[in-house]
């Protein structure tokens, strides 16, 4: 990590009674700090800077969706496959993303460029079916949208 | 009854009310100032007179919540606000922090001055990075103009977890740990976050106090029902012609919400089903649309208020294939502590899955109502209950297709299901699921 990122998470701590507060937000950090997930540098680099072991990073790390314990694509996209954008025809548009990079859900590109996986609830059920990519919410995204969006993410 | 009166949403239709001067064009932040004018416990009996119940799931009182809250422990009080929405179906909560960020900071600093806290967290879900965002810079705002008075408002990231909305192990989350619920007693008003009495409300309850106060309680108790005064933020989704979310008077019922304010059921389909609070509560049939959204006339009718995340089904839509696809959120998201939930659900999905593929023995409806049975209240917090209610529910009102698949040579509607083939998240993880004895 950068002295920068390490420096980040110290102000971080500071906003709590007890440091160990700060671990979800210093996963987070060192998760942007390597690429996209947590590789075990990532634990030490957290557990020095928390005063807390590597071990109890991974089990916190483990526990949450957000936190990628294997490598990911330069592109995260995620399909919401949940209740109600199912109803709206989510299935269709994850097989639309399968189809158009070419992995099936939970796998990455060959070329490393798009991690594609199916995701519980996004809480954008009134605009569904919700798509998520890098973070940021498109919804609602239809099946013909599909080849247009990653066309645009192939060319940043 | 004033049945247009918005409360929550009140000015967004012509202002950005993410922006402080727009706010406090509509008034905002005077609520504060009539606040700290008053004597904490004056607060405290206004919330309590206007009988503010939660709008997070358990409706309960607001104001009672706070009264259970230990004196003179030594400890600071602390306030958190649960902005972990996740309920599949819910949307509501993420509109406030989006659109109405500066009413739920002055309700925050309404209820710290009521209850005698200087310290307040909002847990914020993790994936709502843009809501984050407008809420950090609406913070930034209220810092700047001075409004806070020595109060600190930390805005702490989930990091993706369903259970971190239930409010021990938000707490658990929140102090760094893994979110797993606590055993209660002790309750988190005496023994909450960092071992110090804890007020733990929803964003949209916190964010209908500055108008609580603005009103008053008994102009505030004219809206709504006696039993629960004040709107709700409905959020319509699934089959509905124009899903989105709607903020009307508590008490308003399913019929008026589904068919004068969502457009009826999308595509001129029939209406199959209503799960009424998100999909953890009992489904509702066509025959059952007429019952008021209030808290205690949806649980007289057998299911719960939840989120007021009304979701919409229509007949297109095989009823296995929808509990099968709630069951494995819900495997997905149990946190492993208690055993009834841990395994429980991961019978739930495997016995699902083979009434669903024609595979299931004659035997096996009973084997999932037993399961069922003996899921329910037996785990910590209500998660294994959660799981129970969909597919229950479902099985109960919607016997005829659940048999039809064990009968006949599996899904009645033949490939032709609205949600056939839908990929859970658990697919994509190797989980093996243990083998259910006996069926």
């Not at chain 2, 329910?376 to 209500?382: E, K, T, Y």
């Given at each position: 990590m950068r002295p920068e990122a390490v420096a980040e998470i110290q102000r971080i701590r500071k906003r709590y009674p007890r440091s160990r507060s700060a671990v979800m937000d210093a996963l987070r950090i060192a998760q942007t700090e390597h690429g996209g997930w947590l590789p075990p540098e990532a634990f030490r680099e957290v557990a020095d800077a928390l005063d807390v072991t590597p071990a109890y990073c991974h089990s916190i790390a483990s526990f949450y969706d957000m936190y990628h314990l294997e490598p990911v694509g330069e592109h995260l996209v995620e399909v919401c496959t949940n209740l109600s954008c199912a109803l709206a025809g989510a299935q269709a548009v994850l097989d639309a993303f399968a189809s158009e990079l070419g992995v099936r859900p939970g796998e990455t590109t060959e070329d490393g460029g798009f991690t594609l996986r199916a995701v519980e609830c996004a809480g954008g059920c009134g605009r569904a079916p919700v798509v998520v990519v890098d973070h940021v919410y498109h919804?609602?995204?239809?099946?013909?949208d599909v080849a247009g969006l990653v066309e645009g993410l192939r060319g940043e | 009854m004033a049945s247009n009166q918005t409360l929550l949403t009140a000015g967004t239709e012509d202002r950005d009310l993410t922006r402080l001067e727009e706010y406090r064009a509509v008034g905002g932040y005077e609520a504060l100032a009539k606040a700290r004018a008053l004597e904490p416990q004056a607060v405290m009996d206004e919330i309590t007179a206007a009988t503010l119940r939660g709008r997070g799931g358990a409706g309960f009182p607001m104001g009672r919540k706070a009264s259970l809250l230990a004196k003179d422990t030594g400890r600071p009080v602390y306030l958190v606000v649960n902005a972990d929405e996740s309920e599949p179906g819910a949307f509501k909560d993420r509109d406030v922090m989006r659109f109405t960020p500066h009413r739920l900071i002055e309700g925050c600093l309404i209820t710290a001055h009521g209850i005698g806290s200087t310290s307040v967290f909002i847990y914020i879900r993790g994936e709502y990075l843009h809501e984050f965002e407008v809420t950090r810079a609406a913070l930034e705002e209220t810092r700047k103009a001075g409004l806070l008075a020595g109060v600190t408002i930390v805005l702490h990231r989930g990091a993706g977890a369903y259970i971190c909305g239930e409010e021990t192990a938000l707490l658990e989350s929140l102090e760094g740990s893994r979110g797993q619920p606590r055993p209660r007693p002790p309750f988190p008003p005496v023994t909450g976050l960092y071992d110090a009495p804890t007020q733990i409300n929803n964003v949209s309850t916190i964010a209908l106090v500055p108008k609580v106060l603005e009103l008053g309680a008994a102009e505030f108790a004219k809206i709504g029902v006696p039993s629960a005064p004040g709107t709700a933020v409905f959020s319509l989704s699934g089959n509905v012609a124009q899903p989105g979310n709607y903020e009307r008077p508590l008490g308003t019922t399913l019929r008026e919400l589904i068919y004068d304010i969502g457009g009826g059921v999308a595509n001129g389909r029939e209406l199959k089903a209503v799960i009424p609070g998100g999909s953890s509560v009992p489904v509702l049939t066509p025959d059952e649309i007429d019952t008021p959204m209030d808290y205690d006339s949806i649980q007289a009718a057998g299911s719960f208020f939840g989120s007021a995340a009304i979701i919409v089904v229509d007949d297109r839509c095989c009823m296995v294939q929808l509990a099968l696809r709630a069951a494995q959120f819900y495997m997905h998201e149990?946190?492993?502590?208690c055993t009834p939930c841990r395994v429980g659900t991961r019978w739930l999905v495997q016995l699902l899955t083979r009434i669903e593929a024609g595979e299931a023995a004659p035997t096996d409806l009973e084997l999932l109502e037993n399961v069922c049975d003996r899921m329910?209240?037996?785990?910590?917090?209500?998660l294994g209950d959660f799981a129970v209610y969909p597919v229950s529910s479902y099985l109960r009102k919607y016997r005829a297709e659940f048999e039809a698949h064990v009968t006949g040579a599996g899904c009645p509607f033949v490939g032709e299901s609205s949600i056939e083939g839908i990929i859970a998240?658990?697919?994509?993880?190797?989980h093996p699921v243990p083998e259910v004895v006996g069926g």
């Open positions: 919804e609602p995204v239809r099946p013909e | 149990s946190c492993g502590k329910l209240g037996r785990s910590l917090c209500a998240p658990i697919a994509q993880h190797a």
